[in-house]
Antibody
């Protein structure tokens, strides 16, 4: 059974860096068949794709976030991470890590609420 | 960027009703469309991919159709557990975008 679990601070100050990690079990981030993804959802809004990392280490990001976002993977720990720099209140959202099967996003973490506030 | 627009935004229906949700893409996405169901406080759940292929374990009352720029999700007979918000999502390019959602509520 594939499981993903997000972890990281629930509160980040404006202008600082948001950092989250996703631990994967039941699947390998070294697998060539999937994109390991981050998606966020502000309260009451639609999900917003942030980006993903492929097993080769190549990444793709949402153009609207690309200048502030980076995704990396640690194959030895079977996990991947998200960093969002220079956060503002508009970055407040539930952040999900997920497995993109190239035909839909088939497994999601439970999500973690990150609030940007001083 | 490919924009996805769903209609209606809210749909009121009763158990047993047939309901249809429409999703339009701002440009041709072939069949590269997925549908998700989301309940409050939970992650979205994949229902359909490639516009019309049912994800394993999803009840057959859910079906999808369409190609190009216009797509539909149909629930043939609404069940109590189907009251939720539904999102379409395109994956035609390297990026992914979601529709704004359709909330199916009890009439």
């Amino acid at each position: 059974q594939v499981q993903l679990q997000e972890s990281g601070p629930g509160l980040v100050k404006p202008s600082e860096t948001l950092s989250l990690t996703c631990r994967v079990s039941g699947a390998s981030v070294s697998s060539g068949n999937y994109y390991w993804s981050w998606i966020r959802q502000p309260p009451g809004e639609r999900p917003e794709w942030i980006g993903y990392i492929f097993y080769t280490g190549s990444t793709n990001y949402n153009p609207s976030l690309e200048s502030r976002v980076s995704i990396s993977a640690d194959k030895s720990k079977n996990q991947f991470s998200l960093r969002v720099r220079s956060v503002t209140a508009t970055d407040t959202a539930v952040y999900f890590c997920a497995r993109d099967a190239l035909d839909g996003i088939d497994y999601w973490g439970q999500g973690t609420l990150v609030t940007v506030s001083s | 960027d490919i924009q996805m627009t769903q209609s209606p935004s809210t749909l009121s229906a009763s158990v047993g009703d047939r309901v249809t949700i429409t999703c339009r893409a701002s440009q041709n996405i072939n069949i590269w469309l997925a549908w998700y169901q989301q309940k409050p406080g939970k992650a979205p759940n994949l229902l359909i991919y490639k516009a019309s292929t049912l994800e394993s374990g999803v009840p057959s009352r859910f079906s999808g159709s369409g190609s190009g720029t216009e797509f539909t999700l149909t629930i043939s007979s609404l069940q109590p557990g189907d009251f939720a918000t539904y999102y379409c999502q395109q994956y035609n390019t390297y990026s992914r975008t979601f529709g704004q959602g359709t909330k199916v509520e009890i009439k």
